[in-house]
């Protein structure tokens, strides 16, 4: 574990899931279970046919046979009687098996004719069957605290019969743009414009607000935003600057600064305090800083308060394209491309750049070890999934 990874788990440490309620599931898409959840039913409902054809005593077809040819069963019929020896029923796939029958014969591999079945070949027992219960048990666990519930995650707690799931709230945020050159609009907002959407997609319901380089201004702001949000992300004012304020609004506002500079590039200024007991993140203003230090502090730590099992990103040692490096002694991100035979390709490296970000499907981190890396060499690749909103 290099520096950067204790500052990481620092940041997070404390940082405990906000409070649980009761969600239905057509409410719960996106949010994080906050306890394991249960099968009510089973999945499959019951024992049923995978495939069209005729339902079977196995016992009856060691080899090619002929059976008599019995009813019908439909998928959502009800199983009905026995099947007989030396019978065979007409069933459909998802169709109830009857009670005796323990195989299904394809409809391919028979042939009907004068009330009678001819089958080909031998029926093994199980074939063809699902058994209730075989996916998912009831009683069994369905999913664990801590799961993102996206539509795959619904569409399974559905399918066992689960209605209603406890979640954790939705983490309210405040996002402080600071800067009079973006108060004005002289210079775009870009960075709200970014973690806004990537707050979104973290479930939170987000406040933005635009703040002038004004200490007493800039304290309010944060007065206000500490009164009513479970996390406070600001942008811009962490560095040396005459007109970088964060630090001594949060200060002001009684927050303990416990991170101030990290060893990274892009993202160095980066500030992370407590105040009311609520994180106060500071993101540097020049954009790749800012959505880099937010991808490394920010969006793990405002996941733990959400409740996620899973705060990292999914990384894979992947080569580089092209050579890659940077000053020993510090970490280094660059935002890269995932290339088709898997390799990662840079895209630009300045800290004020926006393209990278854009372009990018993964971030590649270099330790603070690493000089200049040749092409080919594996370098941590962390991937980032879409995330629309
Ligand atoms: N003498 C020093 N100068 C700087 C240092 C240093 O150590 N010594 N650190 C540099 C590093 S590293 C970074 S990163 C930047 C970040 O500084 P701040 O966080 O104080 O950011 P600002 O000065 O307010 O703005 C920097 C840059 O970003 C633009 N910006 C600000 N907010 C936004 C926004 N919401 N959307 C888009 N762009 C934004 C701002 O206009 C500036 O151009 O400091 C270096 N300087
Ligand atoms: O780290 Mo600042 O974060 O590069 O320009």
Known sequence: MDKLDRIRLAVMEGLAPLPTERAPLAAAGGRWLAHPVAAVRPAPPETCSAMDGWAVR???????????AGRTIFAGELPGAPLAPGEAIRIFTGAPLPPGA????REEAAREAAGEVELRDAARPGENVRLAGEDVAA???ALDAGRRLGPRQLALLAAVGVEEVQVVRRPRVALLSTGDEVLSGRTPDSNGVALAGALRALGADVAPERVGDDLDRLAAALE?????????VTIGGVSVGAHDHVRAAVERAGGEVRVHGVPMKPGKPFLFALAREKPVFGMPGSPSACLVAFEVFARPALLALAGAARRFRRALALPLAEPAGGRPGRARFLWAAVEDDGRVRPIGRDAAQVRGPALADALVRLPEATGELPAGAPVETWLLEEEAR
């Open 58 to 68: 196995s016992a009856d077809v060691h080899g090619a046979a002929r059976l008599r």
């Open 102 to 105: 323990d195989a299904v014969v």
């Open 139 to 141: 009683g069994g666990l």
């Open 224 to 232: 206000r935003a500490l009164a009513s949000a479970d996390a406070v």
